[in-house]
Every structure is written in C-alpha cells, then in structure tokens.
Antibody, heavy 119, light 106 residues
Framework: EVQLVQSGAEVKKPGESLTISCQGSGYSFTSYYITWVRQMPGKGLEWMGRIDPTDSHASYSPSFQGHVTISADKSINTAYLQWSSLKASDTAMYYC????????????WGQGTQVTVSS | DIQMTQSPSSLSASIGDRVTITCRASQSISRSLNWYQQRPGKAPRLLIYTASSLESGVPSRFSGSGSGTEFTLTITSLQPEDCATYYCQQSARTPQTFGQGTKVEI
C-alpha cells in the first residue's frame, strides 16, 4: 500500500526555523517526484515546489522561491520542507504528494502537517 | 505562471442533480489538466487526470472533458458524500498551478 506519512503539527514563533518531513512507503521512492502544497486557513491549494528524490533536484514556484527549501534523503525515503525564518503568514496546512511520472498528477497525498507561527 | 480560473466559486445542488464545474486556463495546456476533491478536514484526492481519465477507485458519476483552455468536471448524479471543494490543476508548466476551488454544497 502506497503511503505518505508526514510529521506532526508544529507551533513556532516568528523568526524560528523549522523542517517538516514526508516519508514514503509501499513504492519505489526514487521513481516519483514529491510535491509540496500549501493551504492557508480557509483558502485554496497552492503549488510550492517539487523534488526529484533521485538527484535531489528541486523546482520552486516563484511565490516560494527563496523562502523555503525542499530536500530529500532517498536512503530513508523522506522528503523535507524547510524554513530558516518563519513568518506569521507561514501559518498553514502543508501537504506532500506523489507526482506520477507521465501525466504529472498528484495521485497520493500525505495527511498534512499543520504549522502555526505566532508570537 | 499559468492562471487557472474556476466557475462557479460555490454552488448548492440537490441529491441526484447533475453538476458541472468549469476551469479555464490563461493559455493552452493541451489536456494537461487534473481534478481533485477535498472533503472538509481531509487531504485532497485525485479524481481525474489528463482532462478525462478517471483515477482508479473513483465513482463513474465523475467525468471530465475539455482541451486547450477550457475544461469541465461533471458529476452526473450528486451524492451526499460529494459535498466537498473541487480544484483543477494544470500540469503543463511549472509552477503547476491550481484553480481557486469550487465548493459544492448539498
């Protein structure tokens, strides 16, 4: 069974750093990209970026470039989303999802990680 | 970035109704269009890929059509469990942008 399991909810202060994770199982981790999607409270889905776990090459939306870092460790089938300095506006639910190779749809999703940034 | 615009933003329908949601792209994306369902408090779920292919396990009352810049998602006989927000997503260009969502209420 394909599964993406994300790390638990986080509460942080502005300016703090944070890394959340997404561990894949039940499939060949290096055969599919991992995409990160943001959902701010009461809002829609936003494509943040994606990573190829084979070589850790990441692509970002211009809206998120420079503010987050996407990485992966294929030895433990895990992708990461990292912030070096959080803002209150980073408060959101973050989802990882597996991207199919050919049609580029997101066929399996993690359960989501709630990040709350508040002073 | 390619902009994706859905209409309507929300709709209310009755059980058994036929529901149609439209998604328009700001430039041609051929058939690189996916549809997702998000029930309240849950992660999104893939319904349709490449405009009209039904994802495994998705009920056949869901269908998709279109190409180029205009696409539709149709639910032929609305069921209570279809109460959700539906999103289109283009996968032709990075960033692979989503529409703003259509909330379906029953």
């Amino acid at each position: 069974e394909v599964q993406l399991v994300q790390s638990g909810a986080e509460v942080k202060k502005p300016g703090e750093s944070l890394t959340i994770s997404c561990q894949g199982s039940g499939y060949s981790f290096t055969s599919y990209y991992i995409t990160w999607v943001r959902q701010m409270p009461g809002k829609g889905l936003e494509w943040m970026g994606r990573i190829d776990p084979t070589d850790s090459h990441a692509s970002y939306s211009p809206s998120f470039q420079g503010h987050v870092t996407i990485s992966a460790d294929k030895s433990i089938n895990t992708a990461y989303l990292q912030w070096s300095s959080l803002k209150a506006s980073d408060t959101a639910m973050y989802y990882c999802a597996r991207r199919t190779a050919g049609v580029k749809s997101l066929d399996y999703w993690g359960q989501g990680t709630q990040v709350t940034v508040s002073s | 970035d390619i902009q994706m615009t859905q209409s309507p933003s929300s709709l209310s329908a009755s059980i058994g109704d036929r529901v149609t949601i439209t998604c328009r792209a700001s430039q041609s994306i051929s058939r690189s269009l996916n549809w997702y369902q998000q029930r309240p408090g849950k992660a999104p779920r893939l319904l349709i890929y490449t405009a009209s292919s039904l994802e495994s396990g998705v009920p056949s009352r869901f269908s998709g059509s279109g190409s180029g810049t205009e696409f539709t998602l149709t639910i032929t006989s609305l069921q209570p469990e279809d109460c959700a927000t539906y999103y289109c997503q283009q996968s032709a260009r990075t960033p692979q942008t989503f529409g703003q969502g259509t909330k379906v209420e029953i």
